[in-house]
């Protein structure tokens, strides 16, 4: 991982098998990061994508092991009980041209991964919601 600062947050590049949330969350403690909105695009391998089943109220989890696309990584920065979250959603292509998303449960960067985190400055929290079984936004 390489990281620099911008005027407005940090660019961070990740690299050859490195864990996506892994390598961020490292990042986002060393820093002493409250909050951000994390945006990304590269090439990855390894992944596990999820889907919230809202009539089950469980996530469906899928793997795809070859290299793809990160077209898209959309997410962001809370806590919950002391600890970083990054809650993110990517989109990913691979070499039939065909989008793969949902929810980032992990992935490794296949060449590189290049990010973007724009602090927010303040932390938000995240608590137990009865009715759903998820840690959502609370403050």
């Known amino acids: 991982m390489k990281a620099f600062e911008t005027t407005t947050g940090y660019v961070v590049r990740l690299d050859l098998d490195e864990e996506i949330l892994t390598t961020l969350t490292d990042f986002v403690l060393a820093e002493k990061i409250e909050g951000a909105i994390i945006q990304g695009i ?3 391998k390894e992944s596990v994508l999820g889907y919230f089943d ?3 109220m469980a996530y469906r989890e899928q793997a795809f092991a070859e290299d793809m696309e990160l077209v898209s990584f959309l997410g962001n920065l809370t806590w919950a009980d002391g600890d970083p979250i990054i809650h993110a959603h990517v989109l990913l292509s691979g070499n039939d041209f065909v989008a793969r998303g949902g929810h980032l449960f992990s992935s490794k960067i296949a060449v590189t991964g290049e990010f973007s985190l724009q602090p927010t400055g303040r932390r ?3 608590a137990l919601d009865e009715r759903t ?3 959502l936004m609370a403050r």
Do not use: E, M
């Open 42 to 44: 590269g090439a990855v």
């Open 54 to 56: 809202v009539h089950d």
């Open 124 to 126: 938000v929290q995240r």
């Open 133 to 135: 079984g998820l840690k």
